[in-house]
């Protein structure tokens, strides 16, 4: 079960922190990753990390913006969000793979969305110009 936390409403260049904790034993051993969805869009890539925080991706449009991070010790991941636009607004996600991958096989893959099972619940994040 994931649990997303930290959203809310921030000025155009602002930041904001977002967490998703997971429970369960086995949350080191899987990658994670953020995906948002804005109104009338579908849901689109934001950034992943693999199982031991070592690799991150990013989607082009949050790239040098955004920073994703996990804490396995905590069973959390986190999204750091500087630089907020408007263009960011929407509800974000954060999603956990159905299976554990290698780092490769899970960064070729990390963008689609049939990777993933287990999704959090929505944080709402609003930016305002």
């Known amino acids: 079960q994931l649990q997303a936390s930290g959203g809310g409403l921030v000025q155009a260049g602002g930041s904001l922190r977002l967490s998703c904790a997971a429970s369960g034993r086995t949350f080191s051993n899987y990658a994670m990753a953020w995906f948002r969805q804005a109104p009338g869009k579908e849901r689109e890539f934001v950034a992943a990390?693999?199982?031991?925080?070592?690799?991150?991706d990013y989607a082009d449009s949050v790239k040098g913006r955004f920073t994703i991070a996990r804490d396995n010790a905590k069973n959390t991941v986190y999204l750091q969000m500087n630089s907020l636009t408007s263009e960011d607004t929407g509800v974000y996600y954060c999603?956990?793979?159905?299976?554990?991958?290698?780092?490769?096989?899970?960064?070729?893959?990390?963008?689609?969305?049939?990777?993933?099972?287990?999704w959090g619940q929505g944080t709402q994040v609003t930016v305002s110009s």
């Open positions: 999603a956990k793979p159905k299976r554990e991958y290698s780092s490769s096989e899970y960064l070729s893959t990390a963008s689609t969305t049939d990777v993933y099972d287990s």
């Open positions: 990390i693999t199982w031991s925080g070592a690799i991150t």
